[in-house]
């Protein structure tokens, strides 16, 4: 593994080791989240799956953005034509999971610890596959927008993030979080309260119109929703030339 310099920039109150302490500490909810697909994990990286076993027939290169333990990135790709797996994040924790979870890929794997704002803007690799899930709404606009112009060079590129419904507010938004606590049952109180204020601090959603012309902002000729949690409180996209 990688370790970079941490840089800080990610989220307007929190600096690159605030972020870290805060995803290492909350990592044992998260994976039970995934656990109980409470997030709907299993239908949104099914479909990841699908589209890349479908459309990508030649050996790739997979950037996963701030890819956390990559269990689900792993299960993804098993059996793709993945040549070269990337991924970065801030948290160690997550990352020494996630050489363990994708041990099960064949091709290399190449993991750095740092800030992805940073690892963006100085990143010369080239990739086929930009995946970032649940991570770019940490950014404020114009930083979403930076990241995206930053990873232009990438064919394709697909986003996982919490999104507004039409009209919808951020402090609405965080409200119809709140309001699923029922069934985030597989959480203890302190565990859910914990995700609220980081949500509160930390989470920045867009409506899906302002997702899809960040893409095109960017450079990317085409940008398409392909998939809405039940829940509603977020969506993938795909960007594409
Ligand atoms: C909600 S998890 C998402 C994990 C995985 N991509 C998924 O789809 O479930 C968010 C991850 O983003 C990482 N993260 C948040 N801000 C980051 C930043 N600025 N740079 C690198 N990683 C970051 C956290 O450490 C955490 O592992």
Redesign the pocket.
Known sequence: MRTDQNVG???PSLD?DD??A???KQ?AA?QKI?GENL?F?RE??GLLRNVLSQQMLKPFRFL???????A??AAALKGTSVEHYYG????AQ?LELASEALKVLACPIELRC??????MSEWTVPVDVV?????LH??QPEGKARLMRDVHDALNRRI?EPTLLEGENRAEWLDRFSACRVAFAAVTDDEFAAMESHMRL?DFPEPAETWTAMGYQAGFANAEQLFIMPNRLGRVFKYWN
């Open positions: 920039g990610s989220a690159a972020t870290q805060l995803f290492n990592l998260y995934v997030m994990h949104v990286y996963d953005i701030a890819c956390g333990d990559a689900a990135s970065i994040d801030l948290s997550s740092c800030d992805f704002v940073e690892a995946w970032i899930g649940m991570s940490h950014l996982w930390a």
